[in-house]
């Protein structure tokens, strides 16, 4: 849900919030093999995963991994992270290895800026972490609340489109200008003041206005490095803008995109949304919608 500190003026660099979900997710299996079989929707960079945990845990590839389902890639949901730490998860049940879920992101190289996939692996719910200092391995999970279960988030996805990754990456925010310290100090005590406590009293509208306002703020920062807009796909936005005429609430988009979102406190006022925006958007058979719940719980790994 966005970024909080990207000047680093006090010595720590982004810091970030985010919501882990029900509906959109990573599942798999791990059994025993006599050589390296993987299968189903994003093998290939499960195998490469897999490959890099095991030679760095000293394990066996003797396994057949079967990915029931994953993530769609570079869309802002967080799909390597979640790859990542579900398979490390397995690897390190099947293997006894005694391994924590920060230990796990660690050898996988997560967090080297966002904390929010670890940390709502770790426990679900509303995280913010509190970016990475100097002596940071991961970032450190500083609030956590459970988001009240009648809310519900609306996605709206541009298939023709992805994120900024990798190098790419890499390179925008070498680009970008500096973040202004005071618009940083802003949206600290923007979240800190009125959206955890909004979250707390289970005030959507509050804690969406919130969300809204740190999504404004840097999304126009990172405008110059993805097309321009506060959003990567103009239909995305073209979407976003009929759903705040509806009255929805923190809208934004999730981290390079190109994916949407947006908050409604019940789940039929987000269904009924998502029907009207198949009808009216059905000419932009590249777009498509969901409403999703919040988890408040983490990942679940179980031992057969």
């Not at 029900?22 to 093998?43: H, K, M, W, Y």
């Not at 966002?114 to 609030?143: A, C, H, K, M, N």
Request: proline share 4%.
């Amino acid at each position: 849900m966005g970024f909080i500190d990207l000047s680093g003026s006090l010595g720590r660099h982004f810091g970030s919030i985010g919501v882990a979900l029900n509906e959109i997710a990573t599942r798999l299996s791990v059994s025993a093999s006599d050589q390296l079989c993987v299968s189903g929707p994003s093998s290939a960079r499960a195998e490469k995963c897999i490959r890099v945990l095991s030679e760095v845990l000293n394990v066996s590839t003797q396994l057949n991994i079967e990915i029931e389902t994953a993530i769609p890639e570079h869309i802002g949901l967080g799909s390597g992270t979640q790859m990542a730490l579900a398979i490390g998860s397995a690897l390190n049940a099947y293997y006894d290895l005694g391994l924590s879920i920060r230990e796990i992101a660690r050898l996988s190289d997560r967090g080297m800026r966002s904390g929010i996939g670890i940390g709502v692996f770790e426990q679900g719910g509303l995280v913010v972490d509190g970016g990475r200092g100097e002596q940071t391995i991961t970032p450190p999970v500083i609030s956590h609340m459970d988001i009240p279960e009648h809310w519900c988030f609306i996605l709206a996805f541009d298939k023709r489109g992805k994120g900024l990754h990798g190098d790419q990456e890499i390179k925008a925010f070498k680009e970008l200008p500096p973040f202004p310290q005071q618009e940083a100090a802003r949206l600290c005590y923007l979240l800190l003041m009125q959206g955890l406590p909004a979250v707390a009293e289970q005030n959507i509208e509050l804690f969406g206005n919130v969300i809204t306002q740190i999504q404004q703020s840097v999304g126009g920062h990172f405008a110059s490095v993805q097309g321009g807009g506060v959003f990567t796909s103009p239909q995305v936005a073209e979407v976003m803008l009929w759903l705040d005429q509806q009255g929805v609430v923190a809208i934004g988009q999730t981290s390079w995109g190109p994916t949407g979102f947006c908050a409604v406190d019940n789940v039929s006022k987000a269904e009924s949304l998502v029907c009207e925006l198949q009808q009216k958007f059905s000419h932009l058979n590249h777009l498509s919608f969901a409403a999703t719940s919040a988890r408040n719980s983490g990942g679940d790994v179980f031992v057969l």
